[in-house]
Nanobody, 115 residues
Framework: QVQLVESGGGLVQPGGSLRLSCVAGGTNFRDLTIGWYRQVPGGQHDLVAIINTIHSTYYVDSVEGRFTISRDNVKNTVFLQMDSLKTGDTAVYYC?????????WGQGTQVTVSS
């Protein structure tokens, strides 16, 4: 079974940057499509970005041009570079396997954008 561990969150001012990491253990990582999701209190896991096995990417409109998803198949890691952060990006960020977010959710990493 896949284990997902997210890290890299923190407190940042509007306009700042953070780089999140997601390490996936226990699977053939290079064969997986991975997505980053975020969740606000009382909300669902909302998809933010996707990277597939040939490194094609997709972003939701609200982060297009500001976030960059990438992967390192040697390190079994997916990254989310977040630039020009806005207060509306505040959430707990998670990664999961597509389709259908079918792995158990990790603990996530908190991103807080505030002045």
């Amino acid at each position: 079974q896949v284990q997902l561990v997210e890290s890299g969150g923190g407190l940042v001012q509007p306009g700042g940057s953070l780089r999140l990491s997601c390490v996936a253990g226990g699977t053939n990582f290079r064969d997986l499509t991975i997505g980053w999701y975020r969740q606000v209190p009382g909300g669902q896991h909302d998809l933010v970005a996707i990277i597939n096995t040939i490194h094609s990417t997709y972003y939701v409109d609200s982060v297009e041009g500001r976030f960059t998803i990438s992967r390192d198949n040697v390190k079994n890691t997916v990254f989310l570079q977040m630039d020009s952060l806005k207060t509306g990006d505040t959430a707990v960020y998670y990664c999961n396997i597509l389709p259908n977010a079918r792995a158990p959710w990790g603990q996530g990493t908190q991103v807080t954008v505030s002045s």
